[in-house]
């Protein structure tokens, strides 16, 4: 079956430290990929997509590249902000009615 | 402007009882999903309808009932079978294609009195 796994954290960074988040999954098909946020007490919004071999997502400083070869979608930003400070979610949707999650890495950034 | 509600944010379960808890959303998507969050954990599928009248159960749907009878309007009942109701549920709508993100309300937190 389809799955998704990321890295769990918690991870810890100092505010301007690179950030990855791995991500890696398993899917019958071409799925499309997304990499979700969540602040404290939210519900999740997206932070990037891509729906293809190759593609890059990217949104506020954050990029993904979709690499089928590998089967990942690694979550990457140069430069980290305290504000970046929430738990992130690895996701795929591989058929017309169910999204796949990961089990979420919370990041905190540190002044 | 378009969205999904959730409404309460905040309820309280005395043992015994049923709540329910009201997910609106106005975006015309024809799919909605209820997902269960445990403290520091991810998303676990409890129902989810891809169509008016119909609706499927996801990988925990013990103890939980759902209703579609309108587009707009998926409400999810924790029932009384549901021993360990404590959690973050989130209610989400998406369009149908596989490019599609989902649209998230903000949540209610359920608490056993």
């Known amino acids: 079956g389809n799955s998704v796994t990321q890295m769990e954290g918690p991870v810890t960074l100092s505010e301007e430290a690179f950030l990855t988040i791995n991500c890696t999954y398993t899917?019958?098909?071409?799925?499309?990929l997304f990499w979700y946020v969540q602040y404290p007490g939210e519900g999740l919004q997206l932070l990037l997509k891509a729906t293809k071999a190759d593609d890059k997502g990217s949104n506020k400083g954050f990029e993904a590249t979709y690499r089928k070869e590998t089967t990942s979608f690694h979550l990457e930003k140069g430069s980290v902000q305290v504000s970046d400070s929430a738990v992130y979610f690895c996701a795929l949707r591989a058929s017309y009615d169910k999204v796949i999650f990961g089990p979420g890495t919370s990041l905190s950034v540190i002044p | 402007d378009g969205g999904i509600t959730q409404s309460p944010k905040y309820l309280f379960r005395k043992e015994g009882q049923n709540v329910t808890l009201s997910c609106e959303q106005n975006l015309n998507h024809d799919a909605m999903y209820w997902y269960r969050q445990d403290p520091g954990q991810g998303l676990r599928l409890i129902y989810y309808?891809?169509?008016?009248?119909?609706?499927q159960k996801g990988d925990i749907a013990e103890g939980y009932s759902v209703s579609r009878e309108k587009k707009e309007s998926f409400p999810l009942t924790v029932t009384s079978a549901q021993k360990n109701p404590t959690a973050f549920y989130l209610c989400a709508s998406t369009p149908t294609g596989w490019e599609e993100k989902l649209f998230f309300g903000s949540g209610t937190q359920l608490s056993v009195l």
């Open positions: 899917a019958t098909g071409y799925p499309s």
């Open positions: 309808s891809q169509i008016v009248n119909d609706f």
